[in-house]
């Protein structure tokens, strides 16, 4: 720590919770000066508290996630987004944590948006994967089911969803606590895992997309109807105005120059085999398939329009009890799932974003005040190239299609042992195991379990395979094992753990995913703007699981 920060320390010339923030970039000392410092922060914050507890907090936190964003992207695209733009603002005015990292495996969507919100791990808010084999239940269940409730603002079963699932509170939870419940939160995705797990258990509402009615729609277990504003933009119809003007590049395509050319046979097709690439015609999806705007910029267009809905019409930020808008942005997981990082897609997804986010943020300036507001942008992921791409350029890499591998291993344990269907899942990088078919069975199960690591190590791609079990007694580096052990709940997750090689993903020949613990997956932003946030960045290692506690220090409340 310089002596220049420690002075303005104790000359309280910085606030507790850029304090906090310094503190927090200094990651290898934490502990230490933790302990060291608390004296000084207590006294820092009871400092504070002088001058008016109510005026040194935000009236409204905007949490930004962006469902799938590399933290390359930043740099990558820098030179092309707009001067005022909104990442050029967050990058050039905030506070950056250029090395922020997810702590566990698997890197998904609502492992991401559990863990920033909760603070936690899977290991602990037991959100393991978007889905998993549930050994209670007997069958694969989905992270934000829930067959107690029913859908608000459609007639399909799209809103049979709550946060039961997660074991965890969130940041949010915490600040309604600490407001009597006073303070109002809101959760806005188009997926629903990336709207309700953020939101916490104690949201006033969360909203999500309804592919199927091309509605906003929410459950009972926020509320017996959708509000009169949320009712209104549905009759807008919004995607079938999109689909009318299509989706044309924002820039002449020859100005892409840091994406990779059109017509790649390993990218995917999602609006038909005949479109292969800019301009995309939508129109013939009008009143027919209200899903395919997620894969187009228009989905995160239509995700700030509600956004701004909630904004205005659950008057937040209006008070001095802090409100908290949880925002996710999936459309870029949908473009890039199918187009790859490497895409002009990609690429003129996030310029239109650009512009987006600097509309947004000069509506917060407007409506609730340029110094009343804090923001923080961060991912729930990253991703990976695409294989095809990477073995055209000569680096490793490939496809693990695992439903083929599990269906040959299961004929081979049959041939070999008799038993029928015994590896019942491989989500989350995890082989499940048919334990009543296994233990009633007259089988060493050492040897069957010695059978299926060996058959699995063949195969191509696989670097290492062993029990979840043995974990701590499979030679790795510690980063890796750590990161497993953060991934694993032992009512939820799996029985043999696999890990990809470098470069190999779960899927097809065409698009990519995300997943593991390689930095191309566990790299991503972490930006923070806003009232009390200094300038700057920080290159020390911090954790997507910082956030909610850094968050709790800026609030004032409890930690999640």
């Not at 956004?307 to 659950?314: D, T």
């Not at 650009?354 to 000069?362: C, S």
């Not at 699981?545 to 409890?558: E, W």
């Amino acid at each position: 720590m310089s002596y220049t920060f420690l002075s303005k320390m104790l000359s309280f010339e910085l606030g507790f919770g850029q304090v906090y923030l310094y503190i927090l970039n200094l990651h290898s000392m934490r502990k230490r000066l933790l302990v060291l410092f608390a004296p000084i922060l207590i006294f820092l914050s009871a400092y504070s508290q002088k001058k008016s507890f109510s005026e040194s907090r935000p009236r409204l936190v905007v949490g930004i996630m962006i469902d799938q964003m590399r933290w390359d992207f930043l740099y990558r695209y820098y030179n092309r987004f707009q001067p005022n733009g909104g990442f050029r603002r967050l990058m050039d005015k905030g506070f950056s944590n250029e090395q922020t990292f997810i702590p566990y495996a698997p890197t998904v969507t609502a492992c991401g948006h559990a863990s920033v919100y909760t603070g936690s791990v899977p290991a602990v808010h037991g959100i393991v994967g978007n889905n998993w084999w549930g050994k209670a239940e007997n069958r694969v269940v989905y992270c934000s089911e829930d067959v107690t409730v029913q859908t608000v603002g459609s007639s399909t079963a799209s809103g049979k969803m709550s946060p039961k699932n997660m074991f965890a509170n969130s940041i949010c939870d915490e600040l309604k606590l600490a407001t009597n419940f006073r303070s109002k939160v809101v959760g806005i995705a188009i997926k629903d895992r990336g709207a309700i797990l953020p939101a916490g258990h104690t949201a006033d509402a969360a909203y999500w997309y309804d592919n199927k009615s091309g509605n906003w729609i929410t459950s009972t277990y926020y509320r017996e109807s959708l509000p009169e504003w949320v009712r209104l933009f549905n009759e807008k119809k919004y995607p079938d105005q999109v689909y009318q003007q299509g989706w044309s590049s924002l820039y002449p395509i020859n100005t892409y120059v840091q994406s990779d050319t059109s017509l790649n046979d390993y990218e995917a097709r999602p609006f038909g085999e005949e479109q292969l690439n800019f301009p995309y015609k939508l129109n013939q999806f009008i009143g027919k398939n209200y899903g395919v705007i997620s894969q187009t910029p228009y989905g995160n267009t239509m995700t700030f329009e509600m956004a701004r809905g909630a904004v205005v019409n659950e008057s937040m930020g209006k008070d001095e009890d802090p409100d908290f808008l949880a925002v996710s942005f999936s459309s870029p997981d949908y473009i890039g799932h199918a187009f790859g990082p490497n895409s002009i897609e990609v690429e003129d997804a996030y310029l239109r974003m650009d512009i987006e986010l600097a509309a947004f943020f000069n509506f917060l300036d407007q409506q609730v005040g340029s110094d009343q507001y804090v923001v923080f942008l961060t991912a729930d992921h990253g991703v990976s190239h695409v294989p095809g791409f990477l073995q055209k350029h000569k680096h490793p890499g490939g496809n693990i299609d695992d439903d083929k591998m599990i269906k040959e291993l299961n004929n081979a344990i049959l041939q070999k042992f008799g038993l029928k269907d015994v590896v019942l899942s491989g989500l989350n990088y995890q082989l499940s195991l048919n334990h009543s078919a296994i233990d009633s069975a007259t089988v060493d199960h050492s040897k069957l379990l010695a059978f299926i690591q060996d058959y699995v190590k063949k195969q191509p791609g696989i670097d290492r395979v062993f029990p979840c079990a043995d974990l701590y007694k499979e030679l790795m580096p510690s980063q890796v094992r750590e990161r497993f052990s953060n991934g694993y709940h032992p009512k939820r997750s799996g029985d043999i753990q696999l890990l990809f090689q470098p470069g190999w993903i779960d899927g097809g020949k065409k698009g990519t995913t995300h997943g593991l613990w390689n930095s191309y997956d566990s790299h991503i932003p972490l930006i923070w703007y806003g009232r009390g946030i200094p300038k700057g960045r920080s290159n020390a290692v911090v954790y997507m699981t910082d956030i909610a506690p850094t968050l709790a220090a800026l609030l004032r409340i409890q930690m999640p």
